[in-house]
């Protein structure tokens, strides 16, 4: 996939973005559907302590 370019699968939109990380090349897909649209990174973390937001 290219990134800018969205591809028809079923009745699911998707469009790559390149993501800033520690890791090269990491991407997050964006998924578009009639319900609305999900953006998943394949990379989250629960911070128990974080150094912003809700404590």
Known sequence: M???KE???GDF???????THSIP???AVM???EQGNILH???WKLDPSPLI???
């Not at 939109?13 to 993501?19: A, Q, R, S």
């Open 2 to 4: 290219e990134y800018g």
């Open 7 to 9: 591809i028809l699968i």
């Open 13 to 19: 939109i998707l469009e790559i973005y390149c993501m």
């Open 25 to 27: 090349e990491s991407n």
């Open 31 to 33: 998924i578009k559907t």
């Open 41 to 43: 990174s394949g990379d």
């Open 53 to 55: 937001g809700n404590h």
